[in-house]
């Protein structure tokens, strides 16, 4: 059975240079995700990672046992901001908002 890996088959999302910007095509693509706030350091932050790969492992083995398709979990994925965009600046973690998303097959 072969196993398919997302970050090669979307390497143009994942493989990005340092140095230069780039423009890029996202396609319509399927998540599993959490929001929160607070710091990224903190307690909630480290439970809804711990969720969101609780969640992904078990859908991984499910599709490799029933559909025959098995694949790399995608990677952590997270969105950042702030109600005040000053907490940015002035470093005021537990005033930021995030979503945290892993991708998943169709």
């Known amino acids: 059975m ?3 890996d997302f970050k090669k088959y979307l390497k143009s ?9 780039a ?5 319509k693509m399927n998540f599993i995700n959490i929001d929160g706030a607070g710091i990224p350091e ?6 809804a990672v711990s969720w969101l790969y609780s969640i992904n492992y078990p859908l ?6 029933i559909l025959q398709k ?3 979990v995608s990677p952590l994925e997270r969105l950042w901001c702030a109600d005040d965009m000053f907490a940015y600046t002035e470093g005021r973690k537990e005033d930021w908002l995030w979503s945290m998303m ?3 097959p169709d």
């Not at 903190?42 to 439970?47: K, N, R, V």
């Not at 991984?60 to 046992?65: D, E, H, I, P, Y």
């Open 2 to 4: 072969q196993k398919t």
């Open 70 to 72: 098995d694949y790399f």
């Open 102 to 104: 892993i991708m998943q």
């Open 13 to 21: 999302l994942y493989v990005l240079s340092a140095k230069h910007f």
């Open 60 to 65: 991984k083995f499910l599709s490799k046992q």
């Open 42 to 47: 903190g307690l909630a932050f480290a439970e």
């Open 23 to 27: 423009i890029v095509d996202v396609p």
